[in-house]
Every structure is written in C-alpha cells, then in structure tokens.
C-alpha cells in the first residue's frame, strides 16, 4: 500500500482544519496518512513516502509560513524523483500576493523532481463546512492521482 504524509504549518488552525480535512479523505480512499505539523519532522523525513502532502499558510508579504523555513532549507538536500505530489493552504485575498507560499512550495516540489498531480488547494481563511468537503476531495483525488 502506498504511503502518504501530509506535513503542515498553521499558526491560527486554519490549514491545520484543511489538514484535518484532507486527511479524512485519504482515510475514505483507504490510506491512512501520517500527518505531522512541520516543526515535528525534516525534510529527510518525506523521502520516505510515495505521496506527499504539503501545507502552509502564506506570510509576510507572500511569504511561506515562517515555521516552514527551516524545511525548505533542508529541501535542498533530497531528491523526489518518482513521488508524487500536492500543495495546500489557506489565504486571505485582501492581500496582493493571494496564497504565494502554495505556490511556492509547488515550485521547489517540482524542481525535486516530484510529480505536482493535482492543482495548489488554497482555501480563503478559516474553511466552511463546503470547504472541508473540497479539502476531502482533494485527498481522494491525490489517492487516485497515485494510481492505487
Ligand atoms: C501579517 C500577515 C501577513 C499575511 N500575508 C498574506 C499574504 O501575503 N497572502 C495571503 O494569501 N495571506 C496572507 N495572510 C493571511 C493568512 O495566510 C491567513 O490568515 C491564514 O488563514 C492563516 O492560516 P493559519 O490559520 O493556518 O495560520 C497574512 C496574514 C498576516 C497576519
């Protein structure tokens, strides 16, 4: 059975709800996630995994959340070639740079070589309850992106 980790930063709950949420519906598709907040694992850690989660809530000025730094640092010494891949966060549109730290993530995925199967999932602040049910598709998808 596949292995898949989701690994999120959240400061007020919100992309730790839309954590939650995924999560169950990896659960529906039959894998139970390992779901760790980013300052409780390493980049190392995710090599493990045939899929991998990853979320954070944008910062700053368009910024990843500052819990995820030290994470994205650690990126830069592993490689994900063969893994497949997907992106989640939640956002706030008052601000210009609208979920960049989704985007960002995508990006430094990809250039490890991992397949970004699904589009970033940005939700706005703090997810309704049809927002949840988005967040659980989205985990369903990624287990079928899998291909198991
Ligand atoms: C100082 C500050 C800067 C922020 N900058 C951005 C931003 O550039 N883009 C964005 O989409 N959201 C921005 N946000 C909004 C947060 O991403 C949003 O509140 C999110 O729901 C927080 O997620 P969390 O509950 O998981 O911590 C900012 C929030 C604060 C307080």
Redesign the pocket.
Known sequence: MSKIIIVF????????E?ADAIAEGLKEAGIEPVVKNVIDTNAEEITHFDGIILGS???????L?DDFLDFYDEMDDIQLDGKKAAVF?????S???????VDTLVTKLKELGAEVTLEGL?IE??PSKDDKALCMQFGKQFVQSLGV
Not at 9 to 16: H, L, V
Not at 89 to 93: A, E, I, T
Not at 95 to 100: D, F, K, T
Request: proline share 0%.
């Open positions: 930063a959240s400061m007020t709950g919100n992309t730790e839309m809530y944008t910062w700053g000025d368009g910024d959340a966060g939640s956002c706030d549109s601000y210009s740079e609208y979920g960049a730290a940005k602040l703090s």
